[in-house]
Each structure stands twice: as C-alpha cells, then as structure tokens.
C-alpha cells in the first residue's frame, strides 16, 4: 500500500501569513494527488487536484505543488475562513490513502 | 446536480452487521466510481472500498473480511454491509464520487454508533 505521510499535525498561523502543509508519498503516485479542506461536523471539500489544479470555487490563494514524491499546499495569505483540517489522498491507485490531516488554527 | 446522501441505522448493537446505503443523483453509476470512506470522533480518514463503475469492487485490506460493498444501477444506490462490529466501528460513513482520481462530491455523512 502507499503511505502518505502529512506534516505538519498542527499549525498555528496568523491571519494573512503563508501557510504550507505537504504529503510525501512513499512511492511514485505522479500527479494523482488531491487536497483537502475538513471544517467541523462537515465533509470534507475537494481543493486541489492533479496535485496542482485548483477546484471549482476554490480561492487563489490556494496552490498544490509537487517536487518527486513530495507535494505541496500553499495557502498565500492565510483568512479566517481557511481554518479547518486538511487532508491529502493520493489516488494513484488502490488502496487509496489518506495523510493523517494537518489541523491549522489561528495564532 | 450531483448529490450523494448516506442512509443508514444510527445505533447498531456489537457483533451485529451495518448495512449503509448510498442514493446518487446527478451522475451513473456505470461512469463514476462511488467510494466509502469512514472517520471515528475526532480522527483522521480512512478509506475503506469501492465501487469500480464495471461493477467490481475493492476493499480497504485492514477490513476486507468483514465488508462488502454492492450496487442496484437501476436505484442509483451503493450499499455498503460490513459484519462483526465493534466499538472501534462507531464512526461517521461517508459515500463520495471519484472524479478525475479524486473525490469530487461527498455525501453529507452518516453516524452510526455501536452501543448495546
């Protein structure tokens, strides 16, 4: 199975800060990377996918980058409404899996 | 639009078997792949199977004795059947359409808790 190991767990950031989360993957996965953002008692929300393609709605500030195995969420400017867990999945192949989540909270 | 709405018992007894249902609307069940994912109170994602859109499946290896995952194409539905449950079961089910390899549209999420 591929493991997707996510860092940082936590993040405390201020508002209008730069924020990034990344996932690397322990195998090849390509671009078959997605992100995503979780706000309590919610599902959770598609925001990038093909590791770089922002998803409809999905505010600019938000970026997905890939270096090799390792990828990348970018928050440019970090707002109020960006607070919630994030998630990364690869969708390489089967089974697929998740990051354990990065939970960002306002400093 | 497209939609996904999770439907299902919100207790179930220990050692008993869940049985979930996913209606679609919006989309085919023979172009789209349907998964099910599942999060315990407080915890992380976990994928647990799939509903390939020919019709056969896939299923997380930690839980792939106890669960069955099937479809009824002319009800746009996915059921999900997983047996011998426990109290590490009681978490929220989520069914959720496969776009372009990711996860486009959830459904809302049902809770089910395993409780005598």
């Known amino acids: 199975d591929i493991q997707m190991t996510q860092s940082p767990a936590s993040l405390s950031a201020s508002l209008e800060e730069i924020v990034t989360i990344t996932c690397q993957a322990s195998q090849d996965i390509g671009n078959w990377l997605a992100w995503y953002q979780q706000k309590p008692g919610k599902s959770p929300q598609l925001m990038i996918y093909?590791?770089?393609s922002l998803a409809d709605g999905v505010p600019s500030r938000f970026s997905g980058s890939r270096s090799g195995t390792q990828y990348s969420l970018r928050i440019s400017r970090l707002q109020v409404e960006d607070i919630g867990i994030y998630y990364c999945?690869?969708?390489?192949?089967?089974?697929?899996?998740f990051g354990g989540g990065t939970k960002l909270e306002l400093k | 639009q497209v939609q996904l709405k999770e439907s299902g018992p919100g207790l179930v007894q220990p050692s008993e078997t869940l049985s979930l249902t996913c209606t679609v609307s919006g989309f085919s069940l023979t172009s789209y792949n349907v998964h099910w994912v599942r999060q315990p109170p407080g915890k992380g994602l976990e994928w647990m199977g799939v509903m390939w859109s020919g019709g056969s499946t896939d299923y997380n290896s930690a839980l792939k004795s106890r669960l069955s995952i099937s479809r009824d194409t002319s009800k746009n539905q996915v059921f999900l059947k997983m047996n011998s449950l426990q109290s590490e079961d009681t978490t929220t089910y989520y069914c959720?359409?496969?776009?372009?390899?990711?996860?486009?549209?959830w459904g809302q999420g049902v809770m089910v808790t395993v409780s005598s």
């Open positions: 999945l690869q969708a390489y192949s089967a089974p697929r899996t």
């Open positions: 959720a359409r496969e776009g372009t390899g990711d996860f486009d549209y």
């Open positions: 093909g590791a770089t």
